[in-house]
C-alpha cells in the first residue's frame, strides 16, 4: 500500500491518514485510517502539525487499496473468532490443548498490529448478544494487542498478551452451562461459581510449559483489582502482574460496550465515563489512560444518534474531553461538552 508526506496544507477531505498524529503535547489527533475531514485538518492546523503521512499515490488509489484492507481486517476477525472458540470447545469436552493453534492464532491476531481503526472497527460491529461469549475472547485478545502496543511492549509481550486475552476465560469451560446461560441475577451460590473460574483457568495451564508464566497470571488474576476489591484472591496493585492489568481493563471494557441477554451495550463513550468515574480506583491509572486515549481516536468517523434524535458522524474526540466528541450533524458541528441536554444513544 502506498503511503506518502504531504504537507497538511496539500491534505484534502477524503485523504486517509497513514500513520497516528500526536501532538507536540501528547495528544492523540489521529490514528491510522481515519479519513481526514474539515474539522480535523483544522485541529492539525491548530496543533501546529506541519506534516501527515497519507495511503495512496492518487485519488484513485487509495479508496481501492482501503477497501481491500478492510475486507482482509474483517475476514481475519470472523476466522480468528471461529478458531478460539473451537479452541475452547475442545478444552470444554476434555480435549488437550493444541499449542500450535494458540500460536497460530495468536500470530495472526498480531498481524492486524497497525490496523487499529479496523480492528475496533469490526468489534463494534460485529457484536450480537446471541454472540457474546463467541466474540468475548477474540475482542479481549484484540483490544489487549493494540493496548500493549500503545504501552510500547515488545512483539513478545504483545503476543503473549494476545494469548492471554484469548484464554482468559477458558475456566469457565468449568462452571455448570446452567450458570453460565443464566439470563436473570445469579445468586450468591451461583455468583461464588462464577468467581471460581480464573482458578479452574490457571490450573488447566499451570503444567503447560509452552505458555509463559505472565500469561498463566494474567488468566488468573484478570478479575483482581487495584483496591483490593477483585476476586479470587482479592489481591493489591503491588500483586498485580502487568498482563493482568492489560486484561483486566480491556475484558470490562468489551463487557460494557457488549449486548448482553440481561443488559444493553453501552456506547464507548459511556464506557469511558464509567471508567473514569466508577472505575477509577479498580484499575491502574496510567494504563486506563493510555487505552482509553488512544481507543476513543479510534471513533473518529463513526456514524452516532443523538438523544434528540439526530445521526451524525464523530469528526473530533478532544484528547482532554474523550466523552465529549464534535459531532457533525447536516453539515453543523455540535459539540457535546457544551450541550448538556444532548448525548450519543447508539453507535450506528
Known sequence: MGKKCILVSECTSGDVIAQKIVSKYGAIIAVENTVVNNYIKNKLVTFEIKYIWIYGTSKDESPKVIDATLLKSKKNYKENAIKINELINDLSKGKNINFQRIDEISNSIYSSINDEYYTVKWINELRSADEYSYNHSINVSLYGMLLSKWLFLSEREIKDVAKAGMLHD???????????????????????????????GYNIVKKVNSISDEVKKAILMHHERTDSSGYPMGINENELSLYSKIIAIVDVYDAITSERVYKKRETPFEAFQI??????????????????????????????????????????IPPHAITEPIISVDSKYIDLSKENSLKITAML
Do not use: R, W
Not at 486515549?293 to 471513533?299: D, E, G, P, R, V
Open 170 to 200: 477458558i475456566g469457565k469451560t468449568k462452571v455448570p452451562i446452567e450458570i453460565l446461560n443464566k439470563k436473570g441475577k445469579l445468586n450468591s451460590y451461583e455468583f461464588e461459581e462464577i468467581k471460581k473460574h480464573p482458578f479452574y
Open 275 to 316: 471508567f473514569q468515574n466508577s472505575n477509577i480506583h479498580c484499575f491502574d491509572i496510567h494504563i486506563m489512560n493510555v487505552f482509553l486515549k488512544n481507543l476513543a481516536a479510534c471513533y473518529v468517523g463513526s456514524k452516532v444518534l443523538l438523544s434528540n434524535g439526530q445521526s451524525g458522524e464523530i469528526v473530533y
